[in-house]
């Protein structure tokens, strides 16, 4: 399962012109990228209202052109003390942070099944999603009960547990300079296996907080706050630059590594700045999300479908899309039963599963794994 070799791109990193999927189906890159922005902020508006306490769009309008400057005077009037707080300290937070992990997930997604050229690669291959389930397992333990204005010490540990993982199984895949991608992902593999026996030990040991952490371990936004948000975003926008900025190298990769070498990549680098973007961009997600499945899995595989192998576009549109995804997954957990609130990760994995599952067998009968 594994993409062709030279996945429709030609030396230079540009795209096979007679691969261009988008093309064949009547997509732009514009009209794809538009359409996907326009259809997120119509969420974003459409999650504003709804949940437990509905609030008007009127009220949305209002209170949100309240705080941009220019528009007040076009809204007169004040919104109530509670509806300010549920808008714009429960609700809003909690989308933009939702927004923010989905683009995360789906841009490392996109990153891994590049850089392994599998399209089955997902952003916890490197034991990223282990190590912060043991560091949000140990924070748990260390400061059960106590409750923290900021980032908690479970999201700095999760987010150290991530990297920390990830520094671990590729120091156990590198041999001098160079590094196998298979060795890296058996690595990976096998320290998030060990990783997970811990955490499953300390669970049974700290009794008292397994709810705690089985619902944090399911994934979830509940406890989403600016502070989250404002804390995640540098990282964000660090791993993001990153691979946009070796997309171009990315793609030349799929052409075979003697080849890529030939045209003036230097592989063992592309890796490293690779493997570590994607899994600094992965420890952010989780940190404040918890373990989140499929978002960054089926979001770019099925955009590599529309955008075609070209990372310098499959990238960017897969991260807008991936929030678009997760922000309707957190909407629809938060509203479904409503005042009871599901893990995000649960619906993920119900709208996730069959949909790949679907994937693979259309794959199968064309003779191939997409």
């Known amino acids: ?8 791109i030609y030396p230079g990193g540009e795209i096979n012109p007679e691969e261009r999927q ?10 794809l990228f538009g359409g996907l922005l326009l259809l997120l902020f119509s969420l974003m508006g459409l999650a504003l209202t709804v949940g437990p306490a509905g ?3 009127a009220t949305v309008v209002k209170g949100v052109a309240g705080r941009l400057p220019g528009l007040r ?24 942070l939702s927004v923010l992990v989905g683009m995360a997930l789906a841009t490392a997604g996109a990153v891994y099944q590049g850089l392994f050229r599998n399209p089955m690669a997902d952003p916890y291959v490197l034991g990223a999603s282990s190590g912060a389930a043991l560091g949000a397992t140990i924070g748990f333990a260390v400061f059960s009960g106590r409750h923290f204005s900021s980032l908690s010490p479970v999201s700095v540990l999760a987010f150290a547990g991530a990297l920390l993982a ?8 590198r041999v001098g300079r160079r590094v196998s991608l298979t060795v890296l992902l058996l690595a990976g593999i096998a320290v998030s296996t060990f990783l997970s026996s811990l955490t499953s030990m300390l669970m049974i040991l700290q009794g008292t907080e397994m709810q705690r952490i089985v619902f944090w371990l399911m994934g979830g936004f509940s406890a989403g706050r600016w502070s989250h948000v404002f804390d995640i975003l540098p990282f964000i926008f660090l791993g993001f630059g990153a691979v946009m900025l070796y997309a171009r190298d990315l793609n030349l990769m799929l052409l ?3 080849k890529a070498h030939q045209l003036g990549v230097n592989i063992p680098r592309l890796r490293v700045v690779l493997a570590f973007s994607a899994s600094l961009l992965v420890a952010a997600a989780v940190s404040v999300s918890g373990i989140i499945g499929f978002a960054g899995l089926v979001v770019p595989h099925m955009l590599r479908l529309v955008t075609g192998p070209d990372h310098r576009r499959l990238i960017p549109v897969s991260a807008l899309a991936g929030g678009v995804f997760l922000l309707a997954a957190d909407t629809v957990a938060r509203t479904i039963l409503a005042p009871t609130e599901l893990p995000v990760g649960v619906i993920t994995a119900f709208l996730g599963a069959p949909f790949f599952i679907y994937l693979l067998r259309k794959g199968k009968k064309a003779g191939t794994m997409l």
Do not use: C, D, Q
């Not at 109530?80 to 933009?96: A, D, H, N, S, W």
């Open 1 to 8: 399962m594994s993409f062709s070799k030279s996945g429709g």
């Open 22 to 31: 988008p093309a064949r189906k009547g997509w732009s890159k514009g009209i």
């Open 55 to 57: 609030l008007s769009f």
């Open 73 to 96: 005077g076009l809204f007169p009037g004040e919104l109530g003390i509670i509806e300010e707080k549920i808008l714009f300290e429960i609700r809003l937070p909690r989308i933009i």
């Open 166 to 173: 990830t520094v671990l199984v590729y120091n156990l895949a």
């Open 256 to 258: 075979g590594e003697e």
